[in-house]
């Protein structure tokens, strides 16, 4: 017995969508889901390893596609391409994202009353989105993401538990923006937590970033210690 793995095809309207989707078949009956939204890159085999992982831990994984099915941008400007209508349409990105948590909760692996979202830089942004529709689910966690609101949002009261790890030599989010994102979460009446990792800039969970001019680099420490974070957080909110 050990962690399986599959790919589950679905759509948002006309746009095909392929999600990842692990799961330990020893681990009899339902048990909690945890969604994987992708960086600005799409799904690639890094969310698909921490799919695995999660399925490792007894929880079941669906790295979800934002973008399309096999659409992967091949560098930063492809990248920013594909990612950049979504970040001018919130209200498009957040149907997506639901659509992918629905996806998750459907599966008959998953407990559909326990499932949890993390995502990886662009996905950080996509799991507090998430967070902010008001989605009546257990956590979002949120590695190196923007916090930037979306402005369709304001009023919604948060129900998930939020966990934003974040590189604090991030130039892509300064200080500001965490003290906005804490006074954000407050004002929605959420369950929040912020931790900020020192000498730490951004995409530092991803061993092969590797562009300080960017601001993007690896941080073995904080790597660790995030990930330590995540699986403490989800240990309480699907407890």
Known sequence: MAVQTKTIDYADGGTALEGYFAWDDA????????????AWAGRT??????????????YAGLAMDVYGKGVLGKDPEENTKLMTPFLEDRPMLQKRLQIGLQVLRDEAEVDANKVAATGYCF????????ARTGEAFQGAASFH????????????AIKAKVLALHGWDDPMVPPA????LAEELTSAGADWQIHGYGN???????????????????QADAD?????????????VFA
């Open 27 to 38: 681990v009899s009956g339902p048990r909690p889901g945890v969604l994987i939204v992708h």
């Open 177 to 180: 923006d965490v003290v906005a």
């Open 145 to 156: 993401g923007l916090f930037n609101k979306p402005g369709n949002t304001d009023g919604n």
């Open 200 to 218: 730490t800039v951004h995409a530092f969970t991803n061993p092969e970033a590797n562009a300080p001019e960017m601001g993007a680099l690896y």
């Open 45 to 58: 085999p890094f969310e698909e390893d921490v799919a695995r992982k999660l399925a490792g831990l007894g």
């Open 123 to 130: 996905g950080g942004l996509c799991v507090l989105d998430l």
């Open 224 to 236: 660790r210690r995030s990930w330590q974070a995540m699986e403490n957080f989800l240990a309480e």
